[in-house]
Nanobody
Framework: QVLVVETGGGSVQTGGSLRLSCLAS????????MAWFRQAPGKEREGISC????????VYAKPVKGRFTISRDNAKNALYLQMNNLEPDDTATYYC????????????????????WGQGTQVTVSS
């Protein structure tokens, strides 16, 4: 069984930066594709970025493209999200997700592609 824990959330002002981390553990963690999702109050959970098994493919949702950077360190079973130029609309709980597969196809944001989710970390951006 794979478990994931997110850290790094916090409160910042508009224009600030945060770096989220996700550490995965479990004997059957075989470097699958991973993703970050977020859920704002009163809104549906949305995918914001996916990274494939060996980082050969990376995709971003439009609202964060150019501001957020996803990366991973397979030696550490770690996933990261560098968030720059944060805006109040980025306020949400951010979740790390471990995929069933190795890739990030056009359907990467479908929840059914992910087998394990973290408990989330809160990001609050004030104006």
């Amino acid at each position: 069984q794979v478990l994931v824990v997110e850290t790094g959330g916090g409160s910042v002002q508009t224009g600030g930066s945060l770096r989220l981390s996700c550490l995965a553990s479990g004997h059957d963690f075989n470097d699958p594709a991973m993703a970050w999702f977020r859920q704002a109050p009163g809104k549906e959970r949305e995918g914001i970025s996916c990274i494939s098994s060996r980082s050969e493919a990376i995709v971003y949702a439009k609202p964060v493209k150019g501001r957020f950077t996803i990366s991973r360190d397979n030696a550490k079973n770690a996933l990261y999200l560098q968030m720059n130029n944060l805006e109040p609309d980025d306020t949400a709980t951010y979740y790390c997700a471990v995929g069933f597969y190795d890739t990030c196809p056009p359907s990467w944001a479908e929840f059914s592609r992910y087998k394990t989710w973290g408990q989330g970390t809160q990001v609050t951006v004030s104006s």
